[in-house]
C-alpha cells in the first residue's frame, strides 16, 4: 500500500522564475498568469455582505428597538413566534429570546439564541441581512436590519431600549458571550484534531 | 422498457443458410452456451444520450437523519439526504448519490455559469474577479476527496449503513487550487482567516484559517468528470479537504481574506464553551465503517465473504485499517485498496469464513497523523468519564462501528 501525499503546487512559483529569467521586470509579488479582472472599489462594496467583529463593513443607516418590533411583528413574527419564542411545524424556526430573563444569565444555559449567545453583536445584523426573511433575502433595507437587531438585543437584554443602533454603536455593543467561547486550533497542516488527544 | 427482440431465429436462420446450409430449421446452442437472455432494453434516445443506470438497480438518498424531512418537502426545499453506503463499491460516490447537506433547507440556486463570478478580495494586494471561463484557464488539480456532514453521527436506533454512516461522501473533484487565485491576488500581511460566502439562500459563509486556504484547498468546478451538479454546488464549489461538511461552500461566489475570525453565522455553529468540544467539531478524526456485509444485509449461510469497507480522516491518508470478526477481542490487518489518498475515502478488504455463528464486525483505521479510530469506552476514558459504551464522544463521533451476525445470518446494529 502507497501513502500518496498531494504534491505541492510549484507551477506558479516555475512560472516567475521563468519570467524573471527571460528578463521581464515582473516582481515575485506580482500576479503569475494574468487571469481574472479588476472590481471596482463600488462592485466590492456591493457584494460584501461579510460584517465582522469591527464592523467596517456596516452600511450607513440606523435604528432602534421600538422600531424593530413593528418590523418584527410584520416579517418575522410568522415564523419566530409573536413572542420570539420559535416556530412549530413546518417552519421550524429557531427561538430569539433567551429561557430566562435577567442581565447575568449564563449564555450557555439559555438555549441556543443567537442575539444573546453570539460573542459579537456584529453576527446578529450579518445574519438577518444576509440570510432573513426565509427566502426574501435581501428585502430588508439597512435601516431595517439596525432596527431588527436593536429589537432582537433589547429584548434579550444586552442593551437598553431606547440606544440607537448604527454602524458606530453596533460593534460596540458588549455581548454577555464576549469572552465566554473556546477559540478553535491554531491549524497547520498536518495538525492532528486536538493536539494530545490520540483519537 | 424491456422488450422481446423478435428477429433473433430468424437471423441465425439466415446467417446459418448463408453460411452452406448444413442445418435447417431450428438451431440449437452447441457447447453448454449460458441461455440467452430473454428481455433487451430498447435503445431510446434520452438513454443513449445520456446513460442511465439497470432497472434492477434502485439504491437511493434517503433522508438525514432518519424519519426526518423529505426532500423535497412541499414547499419545494431540500433537506439533508444521506448516501447509501450499503451498496457502495470501490471508492468514489456517484455524484447522483453523493449526500447532501444544506445549512436550513435550501431550494437550488439555478446558476447559469456564464453569468457566474468569483470575487477574491479583503486583504489582498489586487481584487480579482474570475469568469467560469477564467477559473478553467488556469492550472488546475484532480484529487478525490471526502466530504462529511458535522451530523453524520451513528445512533443505537440506526439499522443500516446508510442511516448510521450515509452523511459521507468521495467523489473526484477538479479545480483550481485556492492557493493559486490567492497568489494570483497576493496576500497581505496581517491576513490569518479566510471568509468563503456561497449564492444560495442562506448565502452560507464559513470562516477559516488562510493555513489551510494556502495548503489544500481547491475551487472546484468538476465532479467525478462532469460538471459539478447542482446539488452539489453548480457551477463551483469550495473543497477544504477533511474540515467538516459545512466548510466546503457550495456555489461559491466571495473569498474574502480577513485578520480575524469572522464570527459568521456557520462559524456561530462551531461556537463551542470548551475547547476541547471546538476542536473535535472542526477537522474530522480518522473513521471507518464495514459496508458489507452491514445492517439490514443478509448472509446466506455460512462459507466464504469478502468483508468490506471504507475509512477516511480529516488528517490526512488512511495507513492501516483493521478488522474484527469476533467483536474486537482479536484483530486482523484488512487490504487497502490500491492508493490511500490524503483525506479521500479508502476501500478495505478483509477475506472471511462465517461459520455460522453469531459474531459481531468491526473496522477500525490509522491515518498518517497516527491518529486511530477509537471504541466510545476509550473516548470516555481520555476524558475520565465512566467507560460507558453508549458514551457519547465530543465532536463529531468517529468511533468504531459493530455489526452483530445472528446466526441465521442477518445482520444488526450492534451499537450500544
Given at each position: 500500500m502507497h501513502v500518496l501525499s498531494n504534491p505541492r503546487p510549484r507551477a506558479a512559483g516555475s512560472l516567475v522564475a521563468l519570467l524573471v529569467l527571460l528578463g521581464g521586470s515582473a516582481l515575485a509579488q506580482g500576479p503569475t498568469y494574468g487571469v481574472g479582472r479588476t472590481p471596482t472599489p463600488e462592485e466590492i462594496r456591493a457584494w460584501d455582505i461579510s460584517v465582522g467583529p469591527t464592523g467596517d463593513e456596516l452600511p450607513p443607516g440606523s435604528g432602534t428597538a421600538a422600531e424593530g418590533a413593528r418590523i418584527y411583528r410584520i416579517r418575522c413574527a410568522g415564523c419566530h413566534g409573536r413572542n420570539l419564542e420559535g416556530g412549530r411545524e413546518p417552519r421550524r424556526a429557531p427561538r430569539l429570546v433567551k429561557t430566562e430573563p435577567g442581565r447575568d444569565v449564563d449564555p450557555w444555559d439559555a438555549g441556543r439564541i443567537l442575539p444573546y449567545r453570539s460573542p459579537y453583536a456584529t453576527t446578529v445584523w450579518d445574519y438577518i441581512n444576509r440570510g432573513m426573511p426565509l427566502y426574501q433575502e435581501g428585502t430588508l433595507t439597512a435601516d431595517q436590519v439596525y432596527a431588527l437587531t436593536a429589537f432582537l438585543l433589547f429584548r434579550n437584554d444586552v442593551i437598553a431600549e431606547d440606544l440607537v443602533i448604527d454602524a458606530e454603536s453596533l460593534p460596540q455593543v458588549e455581548m454577555p458571550n464576549r469572552d465566554g467561547w473556546a477559540p478553535l486550533p491554531d491549524w497547520k497542516p498536518g495538525s492532528p484534531r486536538l493536539p494530545g488527544y490520540p483519537f | 422498457m424491456g422488450v422481446k427482440r423478435p428477429d433473433r431465429r430468424e437471423f441465425l436462420r439466415g446467417g446459418a443458410a448463408l453460411a452452406g446450409g448444413l442445418t435447417v430449421g431450428a438451431v440449437e446452442p452447441a457447447h453448454g452456451q449460458a441461455p440467452e437472455p430473454e428481455r433487451f432494453i430498447r435503445g431510446e434516445a434520452d438513454m443513449i444520450a445520456y446513460g442511465e443506470r439497470s432497472p434492477f438497480v434502485t439504491s437511493v438518498r434517503i433522508p438525514h437523519p432518519p424519519g426526518g424531512r423529505e426532500s423535497p418537502d412541499a414547499f419545494g426545499l431540500v433537506f439533508h439526504v444521506a448516501a447509501p453506503l450499503q451498496d457502495s463499491v470501490g471508492t468514489i460516490t456517484p455524484s447522483s448519490l453523493h449526500f447532501v447537506g444544506t445549512t436550513r433547507g435550501s431550494l437550488m440556486p439555478e446558476i447559469d455559469p456564464s453569468e457566474h463570478r468569483l470575487m477574491i478580495h479583503g486583504l489582498v494586494d489586487r481584487p480579482l474577479v474570475f469568469t467560469m471561463e477564467d477559473l478553467k484557464r488556469l492550472p488546475s488539480v484532480t484529487r478525490l476527496h471526502f466530504i462529511e456532514c458535522a451530523g453524520n453521527n451513528a445512533r443505537a436506533t440506526h439499522k443500516t449503513v446508510q442511516e448510521t454512516h450515509g452523511m459521507t461522501s468521495c467523489a473526484e473533484w477538479t479545480g483550481v487550487l485556492l492557493s493559486t487565485l490567492l497568489e494570483e491576488a497576493g496576500v497581505k500581511d496581517g491576513a490569518s482567516w479566510v471568509v468563503a460566502e456561497g449564492t444560495e439562500n442562506v448565502k452560507g459563509a464559513s470562516s477559516f484559517p488562510l493555513a489551510k486556504a494556502m495548503d489544500d484547498c481547491i475551487v472546484a468546478y468538476g465532479m467525478n468528470g462532469e460538471a459539478v451538479r447542482p446539488q452539489n454546488g453548480f457551477p463551483l464549489r469550495l473543497l477544504i479537504p477533511g474540515f467538516e461538511g459545512i466548510f466546503n461552500t457550495k456555489y461559491l461566489r466571495r473569498i474574502k481574506v480577513v485578520d480575524r475570525y469572522y464570527m459568521n453565522y456557520n462559524d456561530y455553529g462551531h461556537l463551542r464553551r470548551d475547547s476541547v468540544r471546538a476542536a473535535l467539531g472542526y477537522q474530522i478524526g480518522p473513521k471507518s465503517v464495514i459496508?458489507?456485509?452491514?445492517?439490514?444485509q443478509k448472509l446466506s449461510g455460512r462459507g466464504f465473504y469478502e468483508v468490506s469497507g471504507l475509512a477516511w480522516s480529516g488528517g490526512g491518508a488512511i495507513t492501516r485499517v483493521e478488522v474484527s470478526t469476533d467483536a474486537g477481542r482479536s484483530w486482523q490487518e484488512a487490504e487497502i485498496q490500491g492508493t490511500a489518498h490524503r483525506m479521500a475515502h479508502t476501500r478495505f478488504r478483509l477475506a472471511w469464513n462465517w461459520d455460522g455463528q453469531e459474531t459481531q464486525l468491526m473496522s477500525r483505521c490509522t491515518d498518517e497523523v497516527g491518529q486511530m479510530q477509537p471504541l466510545p469506552t476509550q473516548v470516555a476514558e481520555h476524558f475520565n468519564a465512566a467507560p460507558d459504551p453508549s458514551y457519547r464522544v465530543p465532536g463529531l463521533d468517529n468511533t468504531i462501528q459493530p455489526w452483530r451476525i445472528a446466526s441465521d445470518g442477518s445482520v444488526h446494529n450492534a451499537r450500544a
Open positions: - | 459496508t458489507f456485509p452491514s445492517g439490514g
